[in-house]
Every structure is written in C-alpha cells, then in structure tokens.
C-alpha cells in the first residue's frame, strides 16, 4: 500500500506563470488536506476535500489559488500568476473516514515551490 | 481562536539525555491530539494519536502526556538517538458540522548532538 504521493518535488516558476501541484491519497482515503509551510515556520492549513467536494477551504488565499479533487485521479492544487510570496513547501494529507476519533492523517513528502 | 501553542522553539540536547516537549492548545471542540515528527525536508510521521479519555501513549523512547482539563500536552524523549534531531509538530483535532480540522502548532526544533 504506496503512502500519500506528490509529484513533483521539487517546481520551480518564473513570476506570473502557473504551478499544478499534484497528490494521491492512500488506497481506501476519501479525505485529502493541502499545507503550505513557509520556511523557518510552521504547517498551515489550506483547504480539505473530500471526492468532488470542497469541504473547508478557510485557510485558502481567495484569489489566485484553487483546489479539485476529482472522482478519479489525483487531487491538484493550483496556483495562478505565481509571486514570490508562493515559494513554500505544500504538504498533502490524506485520510479515511472523518468520523473517527482516531482517524490517522498520513502526509506525503511534499512539494517544494520556489518561484524565481 | 483556536490555537496550538509548543515550547521550546528549539532544543539542543546531548546524545543519551531525555527532554521534554510542551503543547498548550485552545481547540475547541476537542477531538484527538497527535505528535508528529518532521525530519527536514521530509513530510510530518505520527508518533502518538491521543483521544480526550487518553493521559498517556507510549511509542518507543516517545511518550506523550495529555491532560485534558488543563489542554496540556507534553512530548518525553528518553535515551534520545542523534536520528531524534528533527521538528516535533503537536497537532490537535476538531470535528465540528462533520468538517474534521487539523490544527497545526509551529513545532519545536530539536537537535541532538554527540
């Protein structure tokens, strides 16, 4: 059983073009979450979905940035115009069922953005 | 607000020594609260997941306290490893409308020395 995949690992944009950052959940996880950790700081949540559903998108930039988790294929985040201020580590998570109270959260390695 | 707060920022330890990692949070309502290790450049692995009726997980050398009234936790390391050298991120968990939330503190760098 693969764990959370990203892809790729490392991206690098030029201002003003676009990055498609990809992740696939385990087998059987429903649920995926996007982080961005700037260096030297901690993880922030972005957005949560769930198949075909945003469920919570609060920690979400309101312009520029846009996520989709489609009923087949990886869920992708995307990021518009790319700035500077973008160059951070996005981190994906995924999950089973939300109900439970021990429901475990698995990452993936995470992709790395730098935008020159 | 709901906020997780971890202390030290950061630690330097000698090889063998134990310490002690805090995390205070004001999540509410309260789900479950997780320790993650983070080794640099690497995406955060759970060490321990505790729910509300949990005061103590052990996983290895890691053994994590939870105290709920206070909504204290603490991370003990003992006989730590020069592999212990990483960021500790304490992760609490609210489930509120059926949207189940993360809540990420800022971590505790840690970095063992021989």
């Known amino acids: 059983n693969a764990g959370v995949m990203q892809n790729p690992r490392h991206l690098v944009r030029r201002r003003g073009q676009e990055a498609r950052l990809r992740c696939s959940p385990m087998?059987?996880?429903?649920?995926v979450y996007w982080y961005r950790q700037l260096p030297e700081e901690g993880l922030k949540f972005m957005v949560y979905l769930q198949k075909e559903n945003i469920i919570d998108e609060s920690g979400m930039p309101k312009e520029r940035f846009s996520a989709e988790f489609p009923k087949e294929g990886p869920s992708i985040l995307r990021i518009q115009q790319v700035v500077r201020g973008d160059s951070a580590a996005y981190f994906c998570a995924s999950s089973p069922l939300l109900t439970q109270e021990n429901t475990e959260a698995f990452f993936g390695q995470g992709t790395r953005l730098t935008v020159v | 607000k709901n906020q997780v707060e971890q202390s030290p920022q950061s630690l330097i330890i000698l090889e063998g020594k134990n310490c002690t990692l805090q995390?205070?949070?004001?999540?509410?309502?309260?789900?479950?609260l997780r320790w993650y290790k983070q080794d640099t450049g690497r995406g955060p692995v759970s060490l321990t997941i505790?729910?509300?009726?949990?005061n103590t997980k052990s996983n290895g050398r890691y053994t994590a306290t939870l105290d709920a009234d206070t909504k204290q936790s603490s991370l003990h390391i003992t006989a730590s490893q020069l592999s212990d050298s990483a960021s500790y991120i304490c992760?609490?968990?609210?489930?509120?409308?059926?949207?189940?939330?993360?809540?990420f503190g800022s971590g505790t760098r840690l970095l063992v020395r021989p």
């Open positions: 992760v609490v968990s609210a489930l509120r409308d059926s949207s189940y939330k993360l809540i």
């Open positions: 087998k059987g996880h429903s649920h």
């Open positions: 505790m729910t509300f009726s949990e």
């Open positions: 995390c205070n949070y004001t999540v509410s309502p309260f789900s479950n």
